[in-house]
């Protein structure tokens, strides 16, 4: 098991985080780093903007970007302003038909092949072709946004970082043309909304460039993440699965307890700006604290038998999956939006669902949850349109 300031890198990483939970409301785990376990304290820790700054995220966007993940007040309020008048939520809303359409013509897919890996034939392409088409570039580039958003996230032999930076530099030489050519002549896109002065409000091109970057990996890797999670815990649970397949309507609920169940993202980062107390533990200046979303997600206290994936638990939405507070997840409406049209053809149209692989394999990160692939087969009832035949 490979670790992080402690922290499993494993197939299984709840038992970790449910003992962390008992040693207190913060724990040191390596010299200067605090983690923070608990339901209550990770939201006290993530509201506390003043004592816990994002500036722990600041780094790796490109240079002289900031992002809205690595600023706090005033800056973080001033980019979050200019996203939000681009990332509306009538523009999510807009994109519902279209996310269908491509999960449609994805699932004829998969019931033309019988057996395939819910990774790379649905959950990988269903939120990369919407982020580019969000974006306005060339969706069918999907392959290189999805190796561009892996050489930011994954790296660890010598020869592999040489790679992943090339990637990188691939990237900001494409999106640098994009935001040239779109300042030149703005489009019905998010870069074009994201150039487009209003009086003196409006990002330079190297936070265009950063937020790009940022929505390229939280637009798609955690979204894919959150549908293989979802699909994987059915599987597992096929008592729920059944509900869900009885009750279409419940499938919102289910994106909500998949969420809180298998926490896309498991944990983030902030510093500590001043001496703070969290529970009755001083947490001292200058120390990186880690706020847990995936073990305060499975508190008891706060989620009854939370080791139990139930698609109509009444408190799933109170999950801590998407941050709070201020920098709450602004792609979280989307990533929502994609979840539920994706599960919804799931559990309507793929049925009796198998895995065909003994062990799945986990993404080699202590930051993100989700499988790398999930070979499956349909089974007896192989699909609806089979059935109809």
Request: one cysteine or more.
């Given at each position: ?36 376990s ?13 004592s816990?700054s ?26 979050r ?33 019988g ?10 392409p ?24 892996d ?15 090339e ?40 936070e ?8 390229l ?6 979204t894919?993440?959150?549908?293989g ?5 059915l599987?597992?649970n ?45 947490i ?9 979303f ?37 792609g ?28 799945v ?26 059935a109809?035949?």
């Amino acid at each position: 098991m490979q670790r992080f300031f402690g922290l499993p890198q494993s197939d299984d990483p709840y038992p970790f985080y449910r003992r962390l939970r008992g040693l207190g409301p913060a724990v040191q785990i390596a010299q200067g780093v605090w983690a923070v376990s608990r339901y209550d304290d990770v939201v006290r820790v993530l509201k506390d903007h003043g004592s816990f700054s994002s500036r722990a995220l600041a780094g790796g966007f490109g240079p002289g970007a900031t992002t809205v993940i690595g600023a706090d007040p005033p800056e973080h309020t001033r980019l979050r302003g200019i996203v939000n008048r681009a990332f509306t939520p009538r523009m999510v809303a807009a994109l519902g038909p279209r996310a269908c359409e491509i999960t449609a013509r994805l699932v004829d897919a998969i019931e033309a092949k019988g057996e395939f890996d819910l990774v790379a034939d649905l959950a990988v392409p269903l939120p990369v072709m919407i982020i580019a088409e969000v974006l306005g570039v060339d969706p069918a580039r999907y392959d290189d946004f999805k190796r561009w958003s892996d050489s930011f996230l994954f790296s660890d032999a010598a020869q592999g970082r040489v790679r992943d930076e090339e990637s990188r530099q691939e990237f900001r030489e494409y999106f640098g043309d994009v935001i040239e050519a779109r300042r030149r002549g703005p489009r019905d896109d998010l870069i074009s909304a994201l150039t487009r002065a209003e009086g003196e409000e409006t990002l330079t091109p190297a936070e265009v460039m950063a937020f790009a970057t940022l929505l390229l990996i939280a637009g798609n890797e955690t979204t894919t993440n959150l549908i293989g999670n979802a699909v994987l815990a059915l599987i597992e649970n096929p008592d729920q699965l059944a509900l869900a397949q009885a009750e279409p309507a419940l499938v919102a609920n289910l994106v909500e307890e998949a969420l809180r169940f298998q926490s896309p993202v498991q944990l983030i980062m902030r510093l500590a700006v001043r001496d703070a107390d969290v529970g009755g533990v001083t947490i001292p200046a200058g120390s990186l604290v880690l706020p847990m979303f995936a073990s305060a997600n499975r508190d008891e206290s706060k989620f009854p038998e939370p080791d139990r994936f139930d698609v109509r638990r009444e408190n799933a939405r109170d999950h801590v999956a998407f941050g709070y507070g201020i920098h709450f997840c602004l792609g979280a409406p989307l990533a929502r939006l994609e979840a539920q049209v994706a599960l919804e053809a799931v559990v309507t149209r793929l049925a009796g669902l198998e895995l065909t692989e003994e062990r799945v394999e986990w993404l080699d990160s202590f930051l993100l949850r989700g499988p790398k692939r999930l070979r499956l087969r349909l089974g007896a009832r192989r699909s609806a349109a089979e059935a109809r035949r």
